[in-house]
């Protein structure tokens, strides 16, 4: 036989024994058989790659070396889910869509297991895996297509020819996390953790090795498709070669559904892998633009959290670490637990009050619990285990990094090292500066933080944007920065030079001061040389502004220590697009008919919904809302509108405005 023919034969053998073991979960031949034909193909590909398939098995094995993971746009934003805490919140869920709907129309839900990994997109061309996205910030993911395709639950190619986008889930299951932790070096806390390292691993062998898993859930353009309910959606991944839950149902109406999230509440042990909710979703895909959404979420479904699980362990001690405010936070450290196969020995304690009202002693037997996020929360002591070993845990007096007395605020439960020269706070500061929402600067971990700061290279995060003059003592100093990595780290600082205004305001670190309030700040001040001129009056103008971050604001631009930083941003222009983005003369008088009136937005725009609205509220003044009513000014017309909204529209006599409005 020829070879080229050897080679077809071995891969459609492969992928069928792949697709009946992965997809089907029932494998016709063993699992050395299947490894002993994986080889003879790799083998045979060494010798002649010109006859290699593009969805070739062998692709499994992994052994490509990413670079960096590169930032693609998703075609259609990628949002999260509302939650649902009790059989109330389903209920309420339920009448609020009844009241988006016009009366009589029926529907039905599919109920799917809310998988606890990392949502993935899949974008499929003539019947290949093309590009595999993380999810990123829903607007922007990463490729870690070549990690993807080493995911064996994951068809490297299907039945349907055309160019179509898959949605769904990354995890490991119960078994290959316990297996991972066992023999890989590094301990994760938890099966999403694991997955979402795993997947920017650069090595895709290692990738490989670590047996990822994948269900598939979501069709973004499932209409497009002809595919009019979820559970059809469904059906199609399943005859695509997707993996999919064999947990899913369609419920008719609430009260089937609150009996079968019953169900799973009760036997969520046997689940294979780890679930931390179930989803909830009208069946009913036609309906969704009717029912809407909001800003973040679809109103056409919801994730049911089912309650957090409590455990008790013993105290053994606290210990205190200081933030980049300044605040001390309390750290128990507790005997080693396992809360859903992950094993705990730290948790949060919140703040000495905190302590102090639960009276938690050290060596008492406490209950905690997790709830989604990585650090667990200490609930309080079992007063009935009480020894007379237990000790109350004594106030600090002293910063645990520069020892320096630890003040409190009037007001305030928190304790606050104020010395400006405290070194971790330093570090925690500019580790803020380049975290994700802030400036975001990728590749700049807390440990090469330290290290630069330890060898007095940066001692503030202005110091970051001299960095490039600092190449030889940095490559040469043995800080673990390659030279490839350094000039990629010097081209993501230099990058973010042209971040936003609010990135740079939250980045700052003020006290009190999140991501909204460094938006409103930034929309108010437009640049850095207007904010060192702010008074508390002005600041008080912003709505939802207090008097405490009106303070700590107008301190911050105040204090002459920070005068040589806020300079420094200044003269190097950092975060100075903003200002001509978002400068007065931009806002014509023409716009200016949309401020403060109300708008609906309908059907499709080739620029994101994500980035229409915000666009609308901030430039135009416009205040978005979701549903046609006689309150309503204008209607924003896309393609494909719904045309329920353009009758209501006209029946209410507001003014219709199209696409061509953004030329
Ligand atoms: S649907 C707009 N279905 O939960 C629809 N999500 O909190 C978005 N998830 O980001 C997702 N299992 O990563 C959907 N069966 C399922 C899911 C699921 C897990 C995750 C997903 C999403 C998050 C939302």
Redesign the pocket.
Known sequence: MDIKKKINNLVEKLKKWEYEYYALESPTVSDSEYDLSLKELVELEEKNPEFRNIDSPTLRVGGFISEKFEKVKHKIP????SNAFSKEDIIKFDNDIRKELSENISFSYSL????D???ISLIYEDGFLKKALT?GDGIEGEDVTENVKTIKYIPLSIPFKDEIEI?G?IFFDKKSMEKVNSISEKKFVNARNAAAGTIRNLDSSIVAKRNLNAIM??IPESIENNLFKQSDVLKWLKHNFFNV?KYNKVCENVDQLINEIKWFQENRETIPFDIDGI?I?INEISLYDDIGYTSKF?KW?T?YKFPPKIVSSKLIDIKTSVGRTGRINYIAQIEKVKIDGVAIQNATLHNFEYIQEKDIRINDYVELYRAGEVIPKIIGPIISRRTNECKKFICPKTCPSCNSILEKIENEVDLYCNNKKCERKIIESISHFVSRNAMDVDGLSIKIIEKLYDKNIISSFIDLYKLENKKEEIISSNLLIKEKSFNNLISQINKSKGNSLERLIFGLGIKHVGEVASKAIAKKYLSLTNLKNITIESLLEISDLGDKMANAIFNYFNDCDNDELINSLINMKIANEYFSKWSSSQISNENEIYRNKKMVITGSFSTSRNEIKPLLEEMYGAKISSKVGPSVDFLLIGNNPTTKKIEEAKKYNIKIIDKEFWK
Request: glycine residues 4%; aromatic residues 4%.
């Open positions: 990628m949002l999260s889910l799917e297991p809310k998988i990994g990392l949502s999810r949605r889930e859930y979501n839950s989803v979703k679809p479904a994730a």
